[in-house]
């Protein structure tokens, strides 16, 4: 299967810890690639590759990867970090398939 | 500065047609890989197309395959997609992003900020 699932939501406190999943078999083979989303913005790119963050990210923000599961981590959350978040790999035939996004809550 | 500027989007009856525009500054464009990812109001990111720096390799989403078009004028540092066939599922915001190579590797750096088309009667 080329899909990849992600919880459509959570919840973290201000300064504490979230870690954000995206489920999919191509993972077992591909990196997943991370953006966020503000309401009303474009996309940004957060994570790519094993565990890289493009200049401006913070480094609250961190990737991994184990079996078909890739993973987003941010390290003591901030309120600028409320985003919708989504992960993207290719499938077998080199096409991007998007995951179905988390949307995460700063409380 | 790296800017991306989308054009061409509107409203169009569903069967129309319609070519969007990316019109790239601040790189070398013809040494990057660029996508089209669409939105639909409400809804999640869905990739719909791609084409390496050359323009020899392209890329489509399965939904879109037969029906959308991706090319790209390097003399223009522009990006194109046209959309034929089009459907009431096809309305979405368009974004055109950057790859970070000249190979589609879905690790787009910069985006647009979108043009909206809408299908309907």
């Known amino acids: 299967s080329s899909e990849l699932t992600q919880d459509p939501a959570v919840s973290v406190a201000l300064g504490q810890t979230v870690r954000i999943t995206c489920q999919g078999d191509?993972?077992?083979?591909?990196?997943a690639t991370w953006y966020q989303q503000r309401p009303g913005q474009a996309p940004v790119l957060v994570i790519y590759?094993?565990?890289n963050r493009p200049s401006g990210i913070p480094d609250r923000f961190s990737g991994s990867s184990s079996g078909n599961t890739a993973s987003l981590t941010i390290t003591g959350a901030q309120a600028e970090d409320e985003a919708d978040y989504y992960c993207?790999?290719?499938?077998?035939?080199?096409?991007?398939?998007f995951g179905t996004g988390t949307k995460v809550t700063v409380l | 500065e790296v800017q991306l500027l989308e054009s061409g989007g509107g409203l169009v009856q569903p069967g129309g047609s319609l070519r969007l525009s990316c019109a790239a500054s601040?790189?070398?464009?013809?040494?990057?890989?660029m996508s089209w990812v669409r939105q639909a109001p409400g809804k999640g990111l869905e990739w719909v197309s791609g084409?390496?720096?050359?323009?020899?390799?392209?890329y489509f989403e399965d939904s879109v395959k037969g029906r959308f078009t991706v090319s790209r004028d390097n003399s223009k540092n522009t990006l194109y997609l046209q959309m034929n066939s089009l459907r009431a599922e096809d309305t979405a915001v368009y974004y055109c992003?950057?790859?970070?190579?000249?190979?589609?590797?879905?690790?787009?750096?910069?985006w647009g900020q979108g043009t909206l088309v809408t299908v309907s009667s």
């Open positions: 601040g790189f070398t464009f013809s040494s990057y890989a």
């Open positions: 992003a950057k790859d970070l190579g000249e190979s589609s590797s879905w690790t787009l750096d910069y």
């Open positions: 993207i790999s290719r499938d077998s035939s080199a096409k991007g398939v």
């Open positions: 191509s993972l077992r083979s591909y990196y």
């Open positions: 084409i390496s720096g050359t323009g020899g390799s392209t």
């Open positions: 590759g094993k565990n």
